[in-house]
Antibody, heavy 117, light 110 residues
Framework: QVQLVQSGAEVRKPGASVKVSCKTSGYTFTDHYIHWVRQAPGQGLDWMGYVNPNRGDTNYAQKFQGRVTMTRDASISTAYMELNTLISDDTAVYYC??????????WGQGTQVIVSA | QAGLTQPPSMSKDLGQTVTITCTGNSDNVGAQGAAWLQHHQGHSPKLLSNRNNNRPSDITGRFSASRSGNIDSLTITGLQPDDEADYYCSAWDNSLRGWVFGGGTKLTVL
């Protein structure tokens, strides 16, 4: 079955960077875009962008442009999301999602990122 | 980034039917429809219905979606305790060239 397994929780200081990984299995990695969605405490879901696993091209939400980089390593079926210049408002659970079933069909388990001095 | 509009909360009795609405515009819901997600806190969200109002194979027929113009709706029949969750709509926005979410609807089953 389709599985997306993310890296573990991270704690960072303001101004630092964080890189989250998302290892996929159970399907052909290049068949489905990988999106990143986050949820801050008490807030709703927030789409950050996607990476095309086939060609590596990306599309970022405007609010994250210049601060986020999404990449992939197709040889190990893994996608990455790096967020720079962290602020406290970046404290959130970050999810990777495979776009299948005509939507956000398969989700990783989430990675807690805490930004605190 | 402009989002989609959902009622923040709804409550219904066990066994009843609830309909959650998602209001967008001609660039998102009106153009391509909305997908629906169920999110139990502490777990990952789950896709209930895609933009064509089709359910993944593991989703019960108690969940159904429909669209009229710029409004998409999720209907849940025969409410059960486990249906108590947050529900989100999402849609591709042609103007923003990205995905947008609704603010989420917290459903309480009484």
């Amino acid at each position: 079955q389709v599985q997306l397994v993310q890296s573990g929780a991270e704690v960072r200081k303001p101004g630092a960077s964080v890189k989250v990984s998302c290892k996929t299995s159970g399907y052909t990695f290049t068949d489905h875009y990988i999106h990143w969605v986050r949820q801050a405490p008490g807030q709703g879901l927030d789409w950050m962008g996607y990476v095309n696993p086939n060609r590596g091209d990306t599309n970022y939400a405007q609010k994250f442009q210049g601060r986020v980089t999404m990449t992939r390593d197709a040889s190990i079926s893994t996608a990455y999301m790096e967020l720079n210049t962290l602020i406290s408002d970046d404290t959130a659970v970050y999810y990777c999602v495979a776009e299948n079933w005509g939507g956000f069909g398969s989700w990783g388990q989430g990675t807690q990122v805490i930004v605190s001095a | 980034q402009a989002g989609l509009t959902q009622p923040p909360s709804m409550s219904k009795d066990l066994g009843q039917t609830v309909t959650i609405t998602c209001t967008g515009n001609s660039d998102n819901v009106g153009a391509q429809g909305a997908a629906w997600l169920q999110h139990h806190q502490g777990h990952s969200p789950k896709l209930l219905s895609n933009r064509n109002n089709n359910r993944p194979s593991d989703i019960t027929g108690r969940f159904s979606a429909s669209r009229s113009g710029n409004i998409d709706s999720l209907t849940i029949t025969g409410l059960q305790p486990d249906d108590e969750a947050d529900y989100y709509c999402s849609a591709w926005d042609n103007s923003l060239r990205g995905w947008v979410f609704g603010g989420g609807t917290k459903l309480t089953v009484l």
